[in-house]
C-alpha cells in the first residue's frame, strides 16, 4: 500500500473535529481499518465515506458503536441482496428470451 492513499488519523480528526478514541473504537469493533507506520496512524482513503457516514450517526444522530455497528451490518447484507436481486433478475432475463 501506498502512502499516498493513507490519511493521518490525526489530521483527520482534527479536520472532521472528532476524537481518536472514536476511530480506534470503530476500528476495534473491525468497522473501519487503521493501518500504524511508525507510530503513527494511518486511515485508508477509500475509508472515508464510511468513517464520514459513522461520524454521522454518532455525534449527530447520537449512535453508539454498538448501534453503528449493527447498521452496518444491516446495511451490508441489504446491498448484498440487492446485488444477489440483480444477478437473478439477469439470470432469469436470459432464459425469457429464450
Given amino acids: ?26 476500528s476495534q469493533y473491525g468497522l473501519i481499518e487503521i493501518t500504524t507506520i511508525e ?3 494511518y486511515i485508508q482513503k477509500e475509508q472515508l465515506s464510511e468513517l464520514e457516514k459513522f461520524i454521522r450517526f454518532h455525534y449527530e444522530m447520537g449512535i453508539n458503536i454498538e448501534g453503528i455497528e449493527a447498521i452496518h451490518h444491516i446495511l451490508q447484507r441489504t446491498h448484498d441482496l440487492q446485488h444477489e436481486i440483480n444477478r437473478l433478475k439477469n439470470k432469469l432475463q436470459l432464459y425469457e428470451t429464450e
Fill in 1 to 26: 500500500m501506498q502512502t499516498e492513499d493513507l490519511i493521518p488519523a490525526n489530521e483527520f480528526c482534527i479536520h472532521y473535529n472528532t476524537e481518536f478514541s472514536f476511530v480506534q473504537s470503530l
Fill in 39 to 41: 507510530n503513527n496512524a
